[in-house]
Structures are given as C-alpha cells and as structure tokens.
C-alpha cells in the first residue's frame, strides 16, 4: 500500500518537478536606451541567445528567461518628471511583475543621474547599466574611482599640463571635481567645460583657445556620437589636437576612421575592453564590435542574470523567489550566486564583487593617428593578481600601479626614430671638425675614416639634451626611451612648397608618421605648427649680423669723393673756372679793378696784377676754401660776384663735410645696425643668409620686417644666398670691402667666425628672436612628455650648463682683448688712406713744380735775376708815395664808386 501510494506521488509530482519554467526579468528604458526600441531588440536577441538550448548550458533544458519591457516613461514626459515621481513609478510596477531582476539604466528622467543606486539599494536583484557607485546595485560599468585612476595614470604618462575636460552629467561633474583635487600635486591647468545640448554652439570657445588637449567624459554615452561628428566637421579633431575619450569603447569605428578620419587628423586616445563579441547573436544590423559600451552592457547584463539563474537552480534546484515590494529589506538569494558570474562577454570579462562591483576586467589603450590608430598602447586591469592567472605571466607594470602603458612607437615599434640635421655646435658628427676644418692640429694624425661603432658618434647642445632627456624620462618619468638616430642633410629642416602646400625634410617625415621626434637647431614657427606639434622653446637667442672686422676693410683710396656724384664734380669744376675767368675779365676791364687805376697812377704796378689769371685762380681758391687774401676787389661788379661765390663755396664745403662723414664709416655701417629697421633703411651692406638654415626659415615664414629682410635677399641680383655657412664665411673673408654680410643665429654665427684668421666680427642688437624646439608629430604624446622633461632640465639649470660647453679647440678668436674690440669703432690707416694719397700727391707735385720751376729760372735768367730783381725793388714807389703822387688821398670818396 505505501509503495503504491509512493509511486502514485511520483508520477502526479514528477512532471511538476520537471516542468519548464519562465522566470521573469524587467528591463526599463528611458529617453535613449527607449528610442527606436533599439535596447528592447539588443534584449530581445539576448534572451534568444540564453534561451536557444543548443548547447549552452546557461538555463536548464526547457527553462526561459522572459524579459518584460518597460518604458517608464514617454518622450513627452521626459522633461517634466522628477526623480520621486520615476522612482514611485517603477516601484509601482514591480509589485504586480513578480520579476527575478531588474536591468535599469540611469537616463529615466533628466534628474535621474542617482536611479539605479536608489532602486539598487531598495530592491534586489538590480543590474545597472550605468554609474551606481556606492549602491547595492550589481554595476555593469567600471566604478567612477577605477576609471578615475586609469584617466589620471594616463594623463599624468602624457606628462599633460594644460588640458581641457568635457564633461556632462553628474559622473562627468564627480570626475571633474576629483581631477581637480588632485591638479595642484600633478601641476596641472584643467579647464572644465559642461557640454550643452547643442554642442556645435561651444565649438568656436573650443578652437579660439591655445590649449589643444582634450579629455572628453560623459554620463550619457548616447551624445557621444553626435558629439564626435560636430567635432569632425568643426575640425576640433584636426591636426594639433590630443583626444583622451574617457568612456569606454566610444562610437570611433573602424568606419568612421576609414571614411572621415584620414590625413592629419587628431591624435586619438581610446579604451576599449578586452571582450569576446564574437559568442553572442545578434539581429541588429551594426555588429557587436562597434557597439558602444551600454550596449554591450545590456546584452551582458541579462547573460548575467541567466548565468546565475543556472548556478542558482544547480546548487538549491530551484529558482529565487522575487522579492515583493521595494524597500523591503529581504534581499533576493539570486545576488549570491551574481557574485559567482564570471564569464568574458561583449562589454569584458564580467565579474562581480560582495558589494556588485565591476571586477576582474581588463582595459586596451588606443593611441594614435592617421593609420596608426588601432596602435595598442597598453591597458588598465582591475586586478593585477587575476591577470597575471590568467594571462600566466607577470604584470609588465610598476608594483600596485595597475595602469600599464608601452613606450610610445610609433614609426618603429622597436625604438623611437629622432630625425636630426647637421648643424653646429647643435648637433654634429664627431669627425665634424676633421672634415670641415682639415688643418686643425687636433686632428692631424687622425684617419679620415669615420668610427661608427664610437659610444658617442655625435656631439653639440642637442645630442647633450637629448641625453639628459633619456636620464629624466626613464629614472624619474618611469618610460622607457630608447632611440634611434637618423642624420638628414644640412638644410633639410623642411620647406614648404607654396604651390602645393607640402612639406619636404624633417617635417615631412613627422607628417607621414615616418619619425617620431625631430631635433636640432629647428625654428619653431607658425607655418610648421599648422602641421606639426613643438615642445616648449629649449633655446633662445637673437639672429645677428656676421661681417668682416672692420679693422680688415679696405676701402677705395679715393672714396673722399664719394660725398658727391661724379656729376657733380665736375660741374663743380666747370663753375670754378668760369668764375676764375669772370674775376680776371672784370679784374682787366673794369674801371674800378686795380689795373686801370694803376693805369691812372692811383696804385702801383704790383697791385694792377692782384686779379691777373693766375691771380685771380688763387683768389677763387683762397675764397672757396675760407682762407683770407692780400687785396680785395675794388669794384661792386667783383664784390657781388665774391659775395655769391663765397656763399657758394660755404655751402658746398658744409654739404660736402656732412657727408664725408659716412663715407670714412663706410666699414663702420654694419656696427650701426640695431635691428631689422636698421638693417633694410641702409645700402651701404649686401646682407644675405645660407639656405634653409634656421635664420632662413625665420625670415621666410614671417611676416612684416622680417618678411621683408627675405624678400630683400630673395630679389637681389647679387645672389646674397649661400649653400653652406663654410661658403658663406669663406665670401666674406673674401670681401675686403666689407660689402658682404650674412644674419644667422649667433651662436651658429660664432662657431664659423672664431677661427683664425681672427678677422670676422658679430654685431648688430637682435635682428630676430628666434627659438629652437623639439617637434613631433601632431598630437603625439611625446610633445608633453618631452616639454615636461625639459621644463625639469630648465629649473635646474642644466640647460644653462649644456649652452656653456665647448665642441671645438680651435675656436681661437673668442677671447679678444679690449683694444681689439674697440677698434671696431676707430679709424684706421685704410680708412683715411684717400687722404694721405692726396697728401702725398700734393707733397710731390710741389715737388716737381720746384724743380721746373729752378731750372726754368737757371736756364732762362741766369745769374742776372737777382740784380735786375734787386733794381726793381729800389726804384718801386711806395704805396704811400704813389697815393700822394696821385692825389688819391685827397679824395676817398672815389674808392666806393
């Protein structure tokens, strides 16, 4: 009888025991995860999944999981429903579903931001799709404080100090306030920006500031896509600017680089988690892979409730009951086995622990541009530990940090690749000064073969920081810098080709992404900055003037007559001698002059030759030349003639003294040049430049006096432009009438000029500021890692230390004494030499009119001239004599007629 009873029992509960069950699960939307129904289809294909029983295990044979969509509320409502009035509603709702779980995301209302930790922490189980820090809830997202340490990790590896935070929610404010906090210990300058709505009105803010450094962090990932695309066509993701996008796998696909991000973009920054997409079915046309991280999350989220729906119903052999009403303090038994989940799903592995955290998941790092990309740059993992079980190797990061980030390559994945070109003392060859400067003693005995395999190959300022640079890098910045030199050719800075707008040198190759680093004597410049990135200046200093020492000039000997035009002298010459032949005809004919008076006996036979012709050139001599004379003319013809012809005179002398000045400084007009004014408002020097160096390309990509020093030198027919500064040194040395000049930047300058021959000289003020810097691709995390290793380098002075060194032993011209120095500023032998070749030449033609003279009178006259020169002495008559014979004295009125 009990056996039968026994088995009558079996065969009633038998089928009730195995009988398939539905358990229920409430999924609510709100204003994006309810549009279009897209979220509905993403559950919908995930309870398909768990409940097609092909194998998967996730369910019993013939259990289901039915997922009961709920959208709390309309579009219509979004705006006007505040958080009391959704939380009622949805707890309204759950009395009557009997649901196993709830799957909520935080966009229910606009005020809404705390929804899946109230709901958490007042029913069980919840699933949030969004920040839930703090709540019982089971969170699908990373907590805030773990994505708070990944963005400062990087942040700080990027070595950023200024940048800019778009943020927009209350994850976004929590985010900003935290990064705040910490900005003074990191040295940061943060400007947080909230994002509006309308995010195309904030974009014109964004372009007009300097700071090209962008950390975008958003609650509802849903505007990110919009926000991507204004950026794109606002060109905030241009070349020059960083992008750390701090939600995880952000709406950049691999089409969306295809087809928008091409050439010269942004450098971009992404994470993404390490997930297996690949498991899951899906009906929605866009595949897994390039679905963003709440829609990850979602289909996640319901495996994970079916995943311990199994677990729940192997280990009790049944399912758990729903727990009734909200803020019932029963908790549902299906929470312990959530915190047994542990599978690798579309949004990473998913895990959880006692209090529903995130756990156990592993984030990649993007970084790059252009075709680099999908470069992975290294990952954040939420537990050092578990990785290191699962991967079976060791964490390749510092202890307890566990952010780990891979020293950027780019062009070469082995090493970084540095571009540089040949300029000294920047950067050079050590077998430089063997090549350029073959009769230096120093290197007499040296072969001519060049030792690659020396520990040092090269030498200058740059090679120097550069080294300085690795030390501060790897022992104080904890990043690996090994490098690889690539030597360019001298010039090859890169120059743009105005036709077709491209680069070619250095820049070019920074462009393409073909190197990484570019250093030297490279002049940072607008033009280049529209392309590629600087770091901060290393070095500045003023372009100057190189000439030859004016104690060396040699002028021509009679550049005394360059006061006035050739013209101009010999007009001056015709107006002399006229003026000599009108004094000795109004001298013979006028009845006033001293000849016809002597004629009437009122002067003496002497006095009737005062203008004879050749007395009258000497009066013309003596008055244009300021100097007194014996007798005046007696007539107001003469008088006037003297009058206006001594005005004539004194004018011609002063204006010609005025000028004479400058042309005894001819030498000297070089050390007068100030600056760049100075330097175009004077002809005196032909100043020219050496070819794509950096003074060149200052000039060239300037604009107003500096653009017209190019443009000067660029339009001379004199070719003032040299291949080589060697070239150009040699010319001036060359020039002796220090004609020629060449501007550069001095020390480049002083390196070629202090060597013997000692006979070059540096001057003018500052004709240019110009800076030398670092420059890398556009974007590229090396810009701020190496601006900051420099900045170090500069508060302690070892910059200063670098700049003092010395590449050269024969450089023998630097330590001039005072006196020559200062003879830059005298007169010397040649610069007076005219004069003395006129002293001379006067000395000598007096000479030979002496000796024509004596022998004119020996052969003429004899020893008869002096007694026929002493007869006529004794019977001259007085001037007071012939006066009185005359009767002149009588009448004086007679000599002013």
Known sequence: MNRALLWVCAVVL??????AETIKVVSLYGKYTGKDDHYKQILTDASTYINDAAGRGLLPTGDQVNVIHDQ????????????????????????STEASAVILPNDLCKECYDVGGIIGDAYSPVITLDQADGSKAFKMRPILSDMDEMLTEVIDHFKWRDFVILYEGKSGRLLVESMAAKSSMYGWQLIPIEIKENFATQTEHLLNLSIKNILCFVTSEDILEDLVNIAFESRLLSNGWHWIFGNLNPPITKQFLEQKYRHNMAFLTRFKVVSNELRYYSSIGKPIREWQFRERATYDALVAIATALGIHRARESRFPSSVPVCGSSERSSLETYLRQVNFRGASGDVAFDRNGNRVNYTINMYSGKDRYAENLAGYFVQDIQTWEQ????????????RMYIQPFRQSDVRFIKILAVPEPPFFMRKDWERIQYPTNRRYKRQSPDYDDSEEEPYEGFSWELLK??????????????????????????????????????????????????????????????ADIDFTIPWYRNQ?????????????????????????????????FIMVCALVALLGHFSPYEWRRRAERGEATEEES???????????????????????????????????????????????????????????KTAIRVKDTHDLLFQDIINFGAVRFSPSYDFYRYNEGQYRQVFDRMLNSDQNLLEDRLEDAVYRIRRQWDARYAIVGEERILQYAADRKPCRLFITGK??????????????????????????LLQERGEIDKILEMSFSDNLRCSGDSIWENETKKSFTIHDLQGLYYLLFIGMAGSAIIFV????????????????????RTQSRPTQNQAFVKSGQGKDDNRDWL
Not at 482 to 511: C, F, K, V
Not at 775 to 784: F, I, V
């Open 468 to 529: 300085k640079i690795k030390v501060v890098m790897e022992e104080e910045m904890n990043v690996e810098f090994n490098y690889e030199i690539t030597l360019m050719s001298r010039g090859q800075y890169g120059s743009l080709d105005l036709s077709t707008g491209e680069w070619n040198g250095m820049i070019r190759d920074l462009i393409d992404g073909d190197a990484d680093v570019a250093i030297g004597a490279l002049t940072e410049m607008s033009a280049r900055e």
């Open 852 to 871: 024509i003279e004596w022998l004119v009178n020996a052969l003429l006259f004899g020893n008869g001239w002096q007694r026929r020169s002493a007869g």
């Open 72 to 95: 709390v509320l309309a579009d219509k409502d979004y705006e006007t429903m505040t958080l009391s009035k959704s939380l009622y509603s949805v707890c309204n709702d759950f009395r």
């Open 609 to 667: 030759q005062t203008f004879s012709l050749h007395n009258s050139i000497m009066y013309v001599l003596s008055t244009g030349f300021l100097q007194s004379y014996t007798r005046g003319p007696r007539s107001w013809s003469l008088r006037i003639l003297s009058a206006f012809w001594f005005w004539f005179s004194l004018c011609i002398v002063f204006i010609y003294a005025f000028n004479l000045n400058s042309v005894f400084k001819f030498s």
């Open 766 to 791: 500052t004709l240019g500021r110009i800076a030398f810097s670092m420059a890398t691709p556009s974007g590229s995390p090396l810009r701020d890692q190496l601006s900051y290793a420099i900045r």
């Open 390 to 401: 699962i991967n079976n190797q060791r964490w390749p990061g510092q202890p307890r940090k």
């Open 14 to 19: 038998l089928p009730a025991l195995t009988s």
């Open 543 to 575: 372009i100057k003037l190189l000439i030859l020492h004016p104690s060396w000039s040699f002028e021509y000997p009679f550049s005394i007559v360059y006061p006035m035009h050739l013209t101009a002298w010999f007009t001056l010459l015709a107006g």
